[in-house]
């Protein structure tokens, strides 16, 4: 009876031994998007993905803001021009509105990394070209008004810094002039949103073929989603193929 209870014991570790072991696989491959290890994020080429880390500086490391020379990993600027809009077909009032004369965002890739995890070495780079970023650090706003006459231009020193064309029809009335800065500072908790693509090798989060790449500031360093349910599950497959396996091996032993 013991002898046909070890060797039941040892069919049933060696039907779960390699369960064990695929299981443990996708836990350690899971573990490594998390962790956001570039050998594991390249096997995802051509597919999906979501990246929760912290942004990093890229290869042409730490840059500069165009308007406040702040330093970030990624900047964009619009500059409005507020105006009174020429009155209607019978109307005589008029309407304070503004409209966008010039938006600028930089496309020089940069990192993400997990957080908590100081990077060792290049890290999986996000390409912001053409992205829809949100919840941005907005590092200046500053309202410069038009010149008044008999009054002392007020100093705009920030036309000069525009990078880009300014265009657009200047209707009605200038009242004045809105500079605008948002920027991504190396350490910013953000998730990003696209799909994983390799250029020489080492891959890139950029947009997906039917969309654009989505990059979000979170509030905060969020904890990374860990693949727990996996973790739990690869270690009760292991642990019941071993316990199986010496089971059944002190059955058999001892029956013999």
Not at 76 to 101: M, N, Y
Not at 105 to 118: K, M, N, Y
Not at 147 to 157: C, E, F, H, L, M
Not at 219 to 237: D, F, I
């Amino acid at each position: 009876m013991q002898l046909a209870i070890g060797i039941a014991l040892l069919a049933g570790a060696a039907i779960l031994a390699p369960l064990a072991c695929l299981a443990v696989r996708r836990w350690y491959r899971q573990r490594g998007l998390v962790r956001l290890r570039p050998g594991a994020v390249a096997k995802r080429a051509g597919q999906p993905i979501t990246a929760t880390g912290v942004a990093v500086a890229g290869p042409s490391g730490v840059i500069e803001s165009q308007l406040a020379r702040t330093d970030c990993v990624w900047h964009g600027h619009e500059v409005l021009r507020h105006f009174w809009s020429l009155p209607g077909k019978g109307t005589e009032a008029q309407e304070r509105v503004c409209d966008s004369i010039a938006d600028y965002a930089s496309v020089e890739p940069f990192g993400i990394a997990a957080p908590g995890r100081a990077p060792k070495g290049r890290t999986v780079l996000v390409d912001p070209a053409g992205a829809e970023l949100s919840g941005m650090d907005m590092c200046l706003q500053r309202v410069v008004g038009r010149p008044q006459r008999g009054v002392p231009a007020p100093t705009d020193d920030l036309l000069a810094r525009v990078k880009g064309r300014i265009s657009g029809v200047f209707r009605g009335e200038t009242i004045e002039f809105e500079y605008r800065e948002w920027v991504v500072r190396n350490g910013a908790p953000i998730v990003a949103h696209g799909m994983v693509e390799l250029r020489d090798g080492w891959p890139v989060i950029v947009p997906p073929p039917d969309g654009r790449l989505r990059i979000e500031r979170r509030g905060s360093a969020a904890r990374v989603p860990w693949p727990a349910r996996r973790a739990a599950g690869a270690l009760l497959l292991s642990g019941a193929s071993v316990a199986s396996a010496c089971a059944g091996l002190l059955l058999t032993v001892s029956a013999g």
